[in-house]
């Protein structure tokens, strides 16, 4: 039998300035629950307990979107969210159920984890809201169904970060932003990710940095927006954008 939830470290709600409904908390718990049992099977992440899941997990997906969890009205049309590279999960996950108003599309390229995140979304009641897609971004960068239609694409811990860009900035509409979970990032990091940034006509709109609680390291969220549509040519075939970034 699966172990009960782990309690929220104190404090951690006040510190992200947003605070779960009782669904939602049910639904973060019953996620952890979900990921140790497929944890058990596939070794998704290692971690699943305690401050790992509530801070190296749900906090870090989260905390790049205060300000949208904390703003005052839903949008007419749902936010159309898109998380490459999801693994076990994150940031997609905890993002369907902070954002009740979101469709979520999460992919990775592994079709085992595929499978476990396609059921962890339904035995969470967000099968509606939340499809999974088992390929690799580069495909997803020109499925019609994707490309040019996200409000938001996202990606953490999946490659460099001009790689990240080439997976992303196809996917968004005019108006999207692409989010880059990121730990340390240096002044060569931005350098090296501005000149991807042209080849795919779009540009760093800004750069925000944390420090995670229970000092669990520095983060950083780095947002694109689009200055044009992305070229046809981009994302370029499978494993190139990794074999020859774009910087
Ligand atoms: N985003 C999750 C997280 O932060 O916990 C998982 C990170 S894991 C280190 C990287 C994931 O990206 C893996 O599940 C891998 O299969 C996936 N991935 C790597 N390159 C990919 C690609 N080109 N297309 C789709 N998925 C990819």
């Known amino acids: 039998m699966t172990a009960p939830a782990d309690p929220v470290p104190a404090g951690l709600w006040d510190s992200l300035g947003w605070e779960p409904t009782p669904e939602q908390l049910r639904q973060l718990m ?48 749902p936010l159309r969210c898109l998380d490459v590279g999801t693994g076990g999960g994150f940031p997609g996950l905890a993002l369907a159920i902070a954002l009740p108003h979101a469709r979520l599309t999460l992919v990775d390229s592994v079709g085992r984890k595929a499978e476990a995140v396609k059921a962890m979304a339904a035995s969470l009641g967000l099968g509606e809201r939340v499809q999974v897609r088992w390929e690799r971004a580069e495909a997803t960068g020109h499925a019609s169904s994707c490309r040019g239609q996200q409000d938001w694409a996202m990606a953490r811990a999946v490659a460099a970060a001009p790689v990240v860009a080439e997976y992303l900035v196809p996917l968004l509409r005019a108006s999207g932003r692409a989010l880059l979970y990121r730990g340390l990032w240096s002044p060569e990091d931005q350098t090296c990710l501005e000149r991807a940034a042209i080849s795919l006509r779009a540009e760093v709109e800004r750069v925000e940095r944390i420090d995670l609680p229970g000092g669990r390291g520095v983060r950083h969220a780095v947002v694109l927006r689009p200055s044009a549509p992305c070229p046809a040519s981009y994302p370029r075939a499978v494993g190139l954008p990794a074999k020859q970034p774009l910087a």
């Open 30 to 77: 019953a996620l952890q629950q979900q990921l140790r049992h497929w944890n058990a099977r596939l070794n998704l992440t290692r971690l699943v307990d305690g401050d790992d899941y509530w801070i190296a997990q749900v906090y870090d997906s989260l905390w790049p979107w205060r300000e949208l969890l904390n703003g005052p009205q839903p949008p007419a049309q």
